[in-house]
């Protein structure tokens, strides 16, 4: 079995020491692939927990008052080594949750562009000396880290999730527990193992696997927890906003996602299909911002289907880790049998699967990437997230109908529209009920741009100036007595 360089780590890591779970409990990690053991993981829990959190608080009392180029002088060898490393990352990546390799080395090169942006964006976490009102006073509007922060992290994108979330932490001064997910945990320990490496004080960044429950338990029980940073189910996260109420702890929710996918008619039928493609397959369609409803015009809705039926019966099919395929297994068999039920759903209900709609005969967790049309309002996946390779397609034949089904979820994460009519494109911006918007774009995501939805998709936003502020406490502070 690979060690990935070094950096498939079997323990955790609290207070700069990797050590086993209490009991010596440990969690099986298998490839979705190929169904390889991949390794072991310790199973924490509440313990260990409340370790790593009291180690993060003896941590930030140097660290979030270290000079900020130390902080930053960090950042940027954390950035290189991760590029330094991309392939291995990128292969343990793969191993681990599934996506092709192609993809894999974007999400590490991602990752460190997130780290790199962190650390250039915090020298412009400017303060303000506001004018007062009276000759004797000067006011002072200053931002400080906000304290120990918690890093709930989901399996889709192990290591990106993290960094967007770790690059700000430590940028602002922040010190950091991270629990990623049990199914994909490798990319989040090497961070840890990464973090070592460049030189971060211990406790600076702790990381933990196990149990979610008895974890996140002592995550938000903790008055010294600070802020929780959570990317994950729309139902995970209202339970975590309730639980936070307790300690009224900061809380960034990044949510699930019901994007909407508009093809008018005066749109570029060739960029359509290829943002389709992406916006559709990525990550075999396990992405909070992938399409999960198809609105297309009447007047190119045949022509469409037709060109997305072809690109989707082209995609090639396999073991992410291989030259070439460009879609892998689903995460597990729950994500098999929640597109089945969803296909058999709109069967039911009148739709008609144009292309694809069974189990992949590789076996496994593999799925046919599925195209369906007629769908109507009544279907399941017209409310529910899909997370996987089924594109359901609605047809429309005005604009204000596409906007308002496009609206019509308590989801507001991402929203894509094709027209090349620059007047309907400020519509769209104005009308659409979405944190992201994508114009003639299937994928949007960058490092310059804040990430996060509206409605139930979440609160709190991810990269851009925006992503920083999170993590900052502002203070006000009146100086007084000064004539
Ligand atoms: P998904 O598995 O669909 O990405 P989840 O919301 O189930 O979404 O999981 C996202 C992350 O939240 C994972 O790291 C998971 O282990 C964690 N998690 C699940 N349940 C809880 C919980 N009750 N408290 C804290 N974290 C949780």
Same mark, same amino acid.
Request: proline share 10%.
């Given at each position: 079995m690979s060690d990935f360089n070094g950096l498939l780590k079997q323990s955790n890591l609290i207070d700069g020491k990797w050590i086993g779970a209490d009991g010596g409990g440990e969690i099986k990690v298998t490839n979705?692939?190929?169904?390889d053991t991949l390794g072991h993981i310790p199973n924490c829990g509440a313990a260990e927990t409340d370790r790593a959190i009291a180690a993060a608080a003896r941590a930030f009392d140097d660290w979030s008052r270290s000079d900020l180029s130390q902080r930053t002088g960090l950042l940027h060898k954390l950035h290189d080594a991760l590029m330094d490393n991309q392939e291995p990352l990128a292969q343990m990546l793969t191993a681990e949750q599934g996506k092709p390799l192609a993809e894999a080395r974007g999400e590490i090169a991602i990752s460190a562009a997130y780290i790199k942006w962190f650390a250039e964006e915090i020298r412009r976490a400017k303060g303000e000396i506001v004018p007062a009102p009276s000759a004797d006073r000067k006011l002072l509007v200053t931002h400080h880290p906000v304290g120990v922060v918690a890093a709930i992290t989901p399996w889709n994108f192990p290591s990106s999730m993290l960094a967007r979330k770790l690059g700000p932490a430590l940028a602002a001064g922040c010190t950091l527990v991270a629990k990623p997910a049990t199914a994909t945990p490798y990319s989040g320990l090497a961070w840890g193992a990464l973090c070592q490496d460049v030189g971060?004080?211990? #406790?600076v960044v702790n990381i933990l696997t196990g149990s979610a429950r008895a974890i996140g338990g002592a995550i938000m029980d903790?008055?010294?927890?600070?802020k929780v940073t959570f990317t994950g189910s729309t139902e995970i996260g209202k339970e975590l906003i309730r639980q936070s109420a307790d300690t009224v702890k900061k809380v960034s929710m990044e949510l699930g996602g019901n994007a909407p996918f508009l093809v008018f008619d005066d749109a570029d039928i060739d960029e359509a299909i290829k943002g389709a493609m992406v916006a559709k397959y990525r990550n075999m369609g396990q992405t909070?911002?992938?399409?999960n409803r198809f609105y297309v015009q009447a007047g190119i809705h045949d022509a469409f289907v037709e060109r997305l039926k072809e690109a989707s019966e082209a995609l090639v099919i396999g073991? #992410?880790?291989?030259?070439?395929?460009e879609q892998g297994p689903l995460i597990d068999t729950g994500a098999v049998e929640k597109v089945e039920s969803m296909i058999d759903d709109a069967r039911s209900k009148g739709a008609k699967v144009v292309s694809g709609g069974r189990r992949h005969a590789k076996g496994g967790t593999f799925f046919e990437p599925t195209v369906i049309t007629g769908a109507t309002s009544e279907m399941t996946f017209a409310t529910d997230e899909i997370f996987g390779p089924l594109a359901a397609v609605f047809k429309f034949d005005t604009e204000d109908e596409a906007i308002n089904a496009a609206n019509a979820t308590d989801f507001g994460l991402a929203a894509y529209a094709y027209t090349r009519d620059l007047g309907r494109a400020f519509r769209l911006n104005e009308r659409l009920e979405y944190g992201l918007i994508g114009i003639n774009s299937g994928l949007i995501t960058t490092v310059e741009a804040p990430f996060g939805g509206l409605k139930e998709s979440g609160m709190g936003k991810e #990269? #851009?100036?925006?992503?920083?502020e999170d993590y900052l406490s502002t203070k006000y502070t009146c100086i007084a007595g000064l004539t």
């Open positions: 979705p692939a190929s169904h971060f004080p211990d #406790g903790s008055p010294t927890v600070r909070c911002v992938c399409t073991n #992410g880790a291989e030259a070439g395929v #990269g #851009g100036s925006q992503g920083l």
